[in-house]
C-alpha cells in the first residue's frame, strides 16, 4: 500500500490552515502546485514544481509549514522538501532535525496560534485622517519588524480597525518569512493557566520567545492578573532585547489601563503610541465604497452617502448597517434606495448622537456630581469640582483623546494638570472600591 494517499490528505488538510494564515498571492504562488509525496517516522515530504519554489519554502515557510503539518497530524511531524528531476526520481532539500523526545499525544500539542483573517490586509485598510498615525505605523513595523517603533501600542474604542492592522501586520511578516504569533490577551492567559498547570512552563517560554513577531489583542485584559503580567512581562523583555516586534492593541490608552503593572505599562509606552479615532463622514463612504464594490445588489452613492451619516462612530456597526441594507434588498429582490435603507433603518434604530463625544461626557459627569456643566471648565478648585473634573479627564482620555485637547476642553489647563489628574484617578482607584464602580458606572454609558 503506498504512502502517497494518506499523506496528500494530511498536506491537504495543512493547507486549508495556511490559506487563511498567507496573503491569497503568497499562497497562490508559492504553495499552490505542492503536493504531500510520503509520511513516516514523522516526516512528511512534499513534492515542489521546482528548485526554486522548494528552496523558498524552505527558507522562508518551513516553520509555519511544520506547525501546520503537526495540528492536522497531532504529534510533532517536520515537512521535508522535495523536487522532482527531469527523470523522475525526487531529490529531497535538507530537514530540520526532528526533536527527541517522544512523540506527544494529541493533547500536548503546543496550541496552534489563531488564524489571521485574509481579509485583513493592509490593502483593503481603508486610511483616513482619524486613523492615518496607526495606519502608518503598522506598515513600517510589517515592513521591517523590530528596526522601528518597537513595541507599537494600538488603542482606539471599539471596532475601529485595531485588530484588523494587527492581522495585516501578521500576513505581510509572514510572507516575508517571519514567524508570527497573533493572540488575543485571552488566549495567552489561558496557555500560561494551562502550561502552570501541566508543568510546561519552559515550553510556554520558549514558544512565544522564539518569536519575531508578537502580536496581542486586547491587552487591558492583563489588568488584575498579576501571574499572566509577569509572564508577559519577561516575554516582552526577551523578545524587545533581541530586536523583535513586539504589537500591543487595547480598547484605551496606556495611563487609562487601571491596575496594570507600571513597569509593564511603561514599557508598551516605549516606543510608539498610535491611537485610532471615530471616522469621519469622508472616512466612512470610502470604507462603505469599497464595501459596495463585492456587494449582491448595486449601491447608488445617495444611499452610501445616508448610511454613513446614519452610523457615525464604530467601523463595525457600520458595516453591520450596510451589510443589512444589502441583504434585505438582495433577498426581497428590491432596489436598494434611500427610501428602502431608511425603512429597513428607521429613525428609533438609528445611533443618536456620539455618547463618547467630549461635550456629552462632561455634562454626565458634571450631572452625576451635581455641578453646572461650565464650572468643570471653570476657576473653581473646592473639593467636589475637582473631583469632578478630574473624573472628567479620565473618561475623556480613556475615549483616546490627548492632554492637550482635555486640558482645552476643560478650561484651557494645561497636560500637567490632567497628567497629575489621571495619576490621582489611577491612585484612587487602587485602593476605593466605591470609587471604582462610580467609575464603571460613568463609563459603561460612554462605551455601549
Known amino acids: 500500500m503506498t504512502l502517497a494517499a494518506p499523506a496528500q490528505r494530511v498536506w491537504e488538510a495543512a493547507l486549508g490552515r495556511l490559506q487563511v494564515q498567507v496573503p491569497r498571492p503568497t499562497y497562490d ?27 523558498w519554502l524552505q527558507r522562508r515557510m518551513h ?6 503539518v503537526t495540528a492536522v497530524t497531532g504529534r510533532h511531524t517536520n515537512v521535508s522538501l522535495s523536487v522532482a528531476t527531469e527523470a523522475g526520481p525526487e531529490v529531497p532539500l535538507a530537514v530540520a532535525p526532528v526533536p527527541s523526545a517522544s512523540p506527544r499525544t494529541p493533547r500536548e500539542v503546543s496550541p496552534a496560534p489563531m488564524m489571521l483573517n485574509a481579509r485583513y490586509t493592509l490593502d483593503s485598510f481603508v486610511v483616513g485622517k482619524s486613523n492615518r498615525l496607526a495606519f502608518a505605523a503598522a506598515s513600517a513595523v510589517a515592513e521591517s519588524p523590530g528596526r522601528s517603533y518597537n513595541p507599537l501600542f494600538l488603542h482606539g474604542a471599539v471596532g475601529l480597525g485595531k485588530t484588523h492592522l494587527l492581522h495585516a501586520i501578521g500576513h505581510q511578516a509572514l510572507a516575508a518569512g517571519h514567524r508570527v504569533r497573533y493572540v488575543t490577551c485571552e488566549q495567552f492567559t489561558n496557555e500560561f493557566t494551562a502550561a502552570i498547570r501541566e508543568r510546561r512552563t519552559a515550553e510556554f517560554q520558549a514558544r512565544y520567545r522564539s518569536l519575531d513577531v508578537l502580536l496581542v489583542d486586547d491587552i487591558q485584559f492583563l489588568c488584575g492578573k498579576d501571574g499572566t503580567q509577569e509572564a508577559f512581562f519577561h516575554t516582552f523583555n526577551t523578545l524587545h532585547g533581541a530586536d523583535r516586534q513586539v504589537v500591543v492593541a487595547a480598547d ?32 466612512r463612504v470610502a470604507i462603505l465604497e469599497r464595501h459596495s464594490a463585492l456587494a449582491p445588489v448595486p449601491v447608488p452613492a445617495e444611499v452610501i452617502s445616508y448610511l454613513a451619516e446614519a452610523e457615525s462612530s464604530c467601523i463595525r456597526q457600520l458595516e453591520g448597517l450596510f451589510n443589512r441594507v444589502t441583504a434585505l434588498a438582495h433577498f426581497s429582490g428590491t432596489p436598494v434606495t434611500v427610501e428602502f435603507a431608511r425603512e429597513t433603518n428607521p429613525p428609533s434604530e438609528r445611533r443618536q448622537p456620539d455618547p463618547a463625544d467630549p461635550s456629552t461626557t462632561i455634562t454626565k459627569v458634571a450631572t452625576y456630581f451635581g455641578v453646572a456643566a461650565a464650572t468643570l471648565a471653570g476657576p473653581r478648585r473646592d473639593r467636589a469640582v475637582s473631583q469632578a473634573r478630574q473624573v472628567a479627564m479620565f473618561l475623556l482620555r480613556q475615549q483616546g483623546l490627548r492632554a492637550e485637547r482635555i486640558g482645552t476642553l476643560l478650561g484651557g489647563r494645561d497636560r500637567t494638570t490632567v497628567a497629575y489628574a489621571l495619576d490621582r484617578i489611577q491612585q484612587r482607584m487602587l485602593n476605593d472600591d466605591a470609587f471604582r464602580a462610580t467609575l464603571d458606572e460613568l463609563s459603561q454609558p460612554l462605551s455601549s
Open 29 to 55: 504562488t508559492w504553495l499552490r502546485g505542492t503536493e504531500g509525496q510520503s509520511l513516516a517516522e514523522n516526516i512528511l515530504i512534499v513534492s515542489a514544481p521546482s528548485p526554486f519554489v522548494a528552496e
Open 252 to 283: 484605551r490608552p496606556g495611563a487609562a489601563l487601571g491596575p496594570l503593572d507600571e513597569r509593564l505599562r511603561s514599557r508598551l509606552e516605549w516606543g510608539l503610541v498610535a491611537d485610532l479615532q471615530r471616522p469621519d463622514f469622508e472616512t
Open 63 to 68: 516553520g509555519l509549514m511544520r506547525d501546520a
